[in-house]
């Protein structure tokens, strides 16, 4: 499969101490098998850094070739296991931010307003905010208005072994 990664440079080396924390499925390496949602996200880095060109960076990823130990969650849609997940690893307020066992997590991409979205979802159900029946909604309220964008997420150094420059 073709993944791609946006960003304001040629990737010639994958770093994951430039991953940034606090991100839908935390620290990592992020792409996306949708190329014209690399470009958008080659311009909104350029944009953010202020420096840079657009660049579309082309990878190779074969989840078959993956050996067992490779811990592999896949969000099928957008649902209450996926918007609790989104909000864990999106909560700034965990010093440090939190971690799961994970080397790759599969998924839709939370609509750009989740930071406030789980602010306002926390205050508005309070010490019931892990209830599956209230993560349902905001699960809703996560998802993108328009097309569903999925996303990548190298989240460990062994799972860059599975991901090859093309």
């Known amino acids: 499969m073709r993944l791609y990664h946006g960003s304001y440079c040629k990737i010639k080396l994958i770093d994951l101490n430039f991953s940034r924390k606090y991100m839908d499925f935390g620290p990592g390496f992020y792409l996306t098998p949708n190329y014209q949602r690399a470009v958008m996200m080659a311009n909104r880095s350029v944009?953010?850094?202020?420096?840079?060109?657009?660049?579309?960076?082309?990878?190779?990823?074969?989840?078959?070739?993956?050996?067992?130990?490779?811990?592999?969650?896949?969000?099928?849609?957008?649902?209450?296991e996926?918007?609790?997940?989104?909000?864990?690893?999106?909560?700034?307020?965990t010093i440090p931010s939190h971690t799961h066992e994970y080397d790759i997590v599969i998924g839709p991409v939370a609509d750009s307003r989740v930071d406030a979205e789980i602010k306002d979802y926390k205050q508005e159900f309070g010490e019931n905010y892990l209830n599956p029946g209230n993560l349902k909604i905001l699960a809703s309220r996560l998802r993108y208005s328009g097309d569903i964008y999925i996303q990548y997420c190298f989240c460990t150094e062994r799972s860059l072994n599975y991901l090859i420059r093309d």
Do not use: H, Y
């Not at 660049?55 to 993956?66: A, D, G, P």
């Not at 996926?82 to 307020?93: G, L, Y």
């Open 47 to 80: 944009d953010l850094r202020g420096e840079g060109m657009p660049e579309v960076n082309l990878f190779i990823f074969n989840r078959s070739s993956c050996p067992e130990c490779i811990m592999i969650k896949e969000f099928k849609s957008n649902n209450w």
């Open 82 to 93: 996926w918007a609790e997940f989104v909000m864990k690893n999106r909560d700034k307020s």
